[in-house]
């Protein structure tokens, strides 16, 4: 981002979004919606000497672009899901144990591709949006990520009741370009897939 109206697009979502992902991941384990706070708050509990093991993979990490594609860890857990027995899947250590790893999976597929953006465009200010940005750990992560791999850029995290669904940054758009807004309120079409 230049300024604000002025974009360039470098990365986009190719499928599932980190949030629907984690939306999906949780009505799987019976968390509960939406999924990311039900995913951060079952994550933050330990299990000490657990002999489960759960490893997911890291959609796109090492990709050359800036895209994300969260279906196939979605597709992962489902698949890691169904191979245990059904004793396990209902175990709380299992949904724990699955929550630390899809979340840390997000992570680290979110900030490997926020890092490398910002080293390789220069950015001086890195903001994160939406509702996954609401997680204690991501904001935690990519401070300390950021400190050491770009230590000039600054972190712009907005408080977490700003970091909703998409809906906010929709009504900051519309504030900011409220000049070049029809009159015509009764004449405005629907376009689902406008770009900001």
Same mark, same amino acid.
């Given at each position: 981002?230049e300024?604000?109206?002025?974009?360039q697009?470098?990365g986009?979502?190719?499928d599932d979004a980190a949030?629907?992902c984690?939306? $999906?991941?949780?009505?799987l384990l019976?968390?509960?919606?939406?999924?990311?706070?039900a995913i951060?708050k079952i994550?933050?509990f330990?299990?000490?000497n657990?002999?489960?093991?759960? =490893?997911?993979p890291?959609?796109?990490?090492k990709?050359k672009?800036?895209?994300?594609s969260?279906?196939?860890l979605k =597709?992962?857990v489902?698949y890691d899901?169904l191979?245990?027995?059904?004793?396990v899947?209902?175990?709380?250590?299992?949904?724990?144990?699955?929550? $630390?790893e899809?979340?840390?999976?997000v992570?680290?597929?979110?900030?490997? $591709?926020t890092?490398?953006?910002a080293?390789e465009?220069g950015?001086n200010?890195?903001?994160?949006?939406?509702?996954?940005?609401a997680?204690?750990?991501?904001?935690?992560q990519i401070?300390?990520n950021?400190?050491?791999?770009?230590?000039n850029s600054?972190i712009l995290?907005p408080?977490?009741e700003?970091c909703?669904?998409n809906?906010?940054?929709v009504?900051v =758009?519309g504030?900011?370009?409220?000049e070049?807004a029809t009159?015509?309120?009764?004449?405005?079409?629907?376009?689902?897939?406008?770009?900001i």
């Open positions: 981002m300024k604000i109206g002025k974009y697009l470098i986009e979502t190719r949030g629907e984690l939306d $999906k991941v949780a009505r019976g968390l509960g919606y939406p999924g990311g706070p951060e994550s933050k330990q299990i000490p657990s002999k489960l093991k759960v =490893t997911l890291r959609p796109m990490i990709q672009n800036y895209d994300f969260f279906a196939g =597709t992962a489902l899901f191979k245990r027995p059904e004793k899947r209902k175990s709380k250590e299992y949904k724990i144990l699955m929550a $630390k899809v979340q840390q999976a992570i680290d597929v979110l900030i490997s $591709k890092i490398k953006s080293k465009f950015a200010l890195i903001i994160l949006g939406g509702g996954v940005a997680n204690e750990e991501l904001r935690k401070i300390e950021s400190k050491f791999q770009i230590p600054k995290i408080p977490k700003l909703t669904d809906g906010l940054m009504a =758009t504030y900011f370009r409220k070049t009159k015509n309120f009764d004449k405005i079409v629907a376009e689902p897939n406008l770009k």
